[in-house]
């Protein structure tokens, strides 16, 4: 589990490192941070292909 201060300490870090892809961090229900990864949408064939 990584700590408030260590949290901290990563986000200055990634804020001064700008050619960092940035990462999307979101608050968890449980109140846990958690990385989310969202998979890209593929859209649906459209009716009557193949």
Do not use: F, H, N, Y
Not at 5 to 30: E, F, H, N
Not at 32 to 39: N, Q
């Amino acid at each position: 589990m990584i700590s408030r201060d260590q949290l901290k300490q990563l986000l200055a870090a990634l804020r001064r490192d700008q050619t960092a892809p940035p990462v999307l961090i979101r608050l968890a229900p449980s109140g846990t941070l958690l990385p989310m990864w969202t998979p890209a949408r593929v859209p649906a064939p459209c009716g009557g292909e193949g």
